[in-house]
């Protein structure tokens, strides 16, 4: 039962996660995107030869055409519904971890998130869990508590003083990437009760993942508080299928019997009475034992890396050969905790004198427009102005282009945008100015204002489209 429910909730985070990239494909890789993956092919194939197909593992060095673009998507999208109905399950599912690893590669600055690579990870677990039962269960286990041990010790290994003296969450309502309207009460607890949480959540991360490894009530009691944890973050935090999924990998620390009394009884009628436990052939059990043993020794080297220590070389060299795959990754979140929420908006003009702004979906502009919810979409561009935010613009090309297809009026990209303040003629001028961001307080709140922010000067200068060149300038 475990094992039948947790596959066909991964059909689901599977779905979320090929329809929320196919709705921005076009817009973020497509021929007239931000960063079109033709232009990887062209540059990465003549860079590295047939060692490419290694490397970078995509379908798309075949075909990166728009169709193409669409065709992995919507694929995946038909092969996660196969896989949430049971249809041809271990087929969809070698198939969905191929064409997500392709968009992974082929989303290049707007797929290196670790959800993209968690994603990956659980996939292929979930594939083994389809063959072998019980080596899977142990190995999604250890996937659980490796993603959250070290986010617990990553706030500890950074020496962020605002992680060890407790005040994270007195700033990280605010900082986060996509706040949710619940995030605004939350910043407004007494910052005793907020520290009171950030020791929870040190409690959650770093004490409770041993528990994953103990007898059944004990394990129940941290698959209790993990998804507490990731139930208020899902409140007041936008981050996509990402809670979902760790909440979803909460399920292999239960047993059929635990199910049997949680459930309801006319859902737990419908489910297989007894999990498949017909024990696999010998090449079989022998294959899934291999590639276990290959995720635990990589991901114990990932670990090793990550707390400053030097693994051997020969597992260093394992490791590095299937990198490219994303069958281990290492993970850690929040590591340094932002006090400051620096916004990027981006403004057009005709003239160079009056100035209008764009509008995003998600991220803060209009100070009157709530944070709104998300889940389980994931908003890439808005995310990437987040992290600009953080960064030298110099140094980020995936941004300059934004500007270029602005001055555009490229359609593809301005679908990703809430609103275009020159939807007759694109603006002869484009810049962007940089704002300090925060919650309004109750006052403002009342009125109307959920935000309230303080110029800090221009993020980038004025440009314009070269229209022999079309390039900015």
């Known amino acids: 039962m475990v094992s039948f429910l947790f596959l066909r909730g991964f059909g689901l985070i599977y779905l979320a996660a090929f329809l929320s990239f196919a709705v921005q494909a076009q817009g973020l890789i497509g ?5 079109p993956v033709t232009e990887l092919v ?19 060095w075949w075909n990166s055409s728009d169709l193409a673009i669409k065709a992995v998507c919507w694929t995946g999208v038909g092969l996660s519904l196969l896989l949430t109905c049971n249809l041809l399950p271990r087929l969809a599912l070698l198939l969905l971890y191929v064409l997500y690893l392709s968009l992974l590669y082929a989303g290049q600055t707007f797929m290196t998130y670790q959800w993209d690579t968690f994603l990956l990870e659980g996939g292929f677990l979930a594939l083994l869990l389809s063959f072998a039962r019980m080596p899977g269960i142990w190995l999604l286990r250890w996937l659980l508590f490796r ?17 060890w003296n407790l005040s994270a969450l007195s700033y990280h309502f605010l900082t986060q990437p996509l706040p949710t309207p619940v995030a605004w009460y939350a910043a407004q607890l007494p910052a005793a009760a907020l520290r009171f949480a950030t020791g929870a959540v040190f409690f959650i991360e770093l004490v409770l993942p041993f528990l994953i490894f103990c007898p059944r009530r004990a394990r129940f009691c941290a698959a209790f508080g993990i998804l507490l944890l990731e139930a208020c973050i899902l409140l007041t935090g936008n981050y996509n299928w990402f ?5 979803l990998l909460c399920l292999p620390l239960f047993d059929d019997a635990a199910l049997r009394w949680l459930l309801p009884v006319r859902l737990h009628r419908l489910l297989p009475v007894t999990a498949d436990t017909a024990l696999p052939d010998r090449l079989r059990r022998l294959a899934v034992g291999a590639l276990a ?10 670990m090793d890396t990550r707390f400053g220590g030097d693994p051997p070389a020969a597992a260093q060299s394992i490791d590095r050969f299937i990198e490219p795959l994303r069958i281990v990754s290492s993970y850690g979140l929040f590591s340094i905790m932002t006090t400051k929420r620096g916004e990027i908006v981006i403004e057009g003009s005709y003239d160079g004198s009056e100035w209008h702004e764009y509008e995003f979906r998600y991220k803060p502009g209009d100070l009157a427009r709530p944070p709104p919810w998300n889940i389980p979409h994931q908003p890439r561009l808005d995310w990437q102005m987040w992290f600009a935010a953080l960064d030298d613009p110099r140094g980020l090309p995936w941004f300059w282009r934004l500007l270029q297809r602005l001055l555009e009026n490229e359609p593809t990209v301005i679908a990703l945008l809430e609103k275009n303040p020159f939807p007759d003629k694109p603006p002869v001028y484009i810049r962007a100015w940089f704002y300090d961001y925060g919650f309004s307080d109750a006052a403002a709140k009342a009125r109307g204002m959920w935000w309230q922010r303080q110029s800090l000067g221009p993020y980038s200068p004025v440009v314009q489209l ?6 900015l300038q």
Do not use: Y
């Not at 062209?42 to 798309?60: D, K, Q, T, Y």
């Not at 959250?148 to 992680?163: H, T």
């Open 293 to 302: 043993l290959l995720i635990v020794l990589c991901s114990l080297v990932e």
């Open 31 to 35: 021929s007239h995107g931000i960063l």
């Open 42 to 60: 062209e540059a990465v194939g003549a860079s590295l030869g047939r060692s490419r197909f290694w490397l970078m593992p995509m379908v798309f």
């Open 466 to 471: 070269n229209a022999q060149h079309k390039q």
């Open 147 to 163: 993603f959250m041990f070290m986010s617990g010790m990553v706030k500890l290994l950074s020496g962020d003083p605002n992680w």
């Open 243 to 247: 809670n979902i999924q760790t909440m």
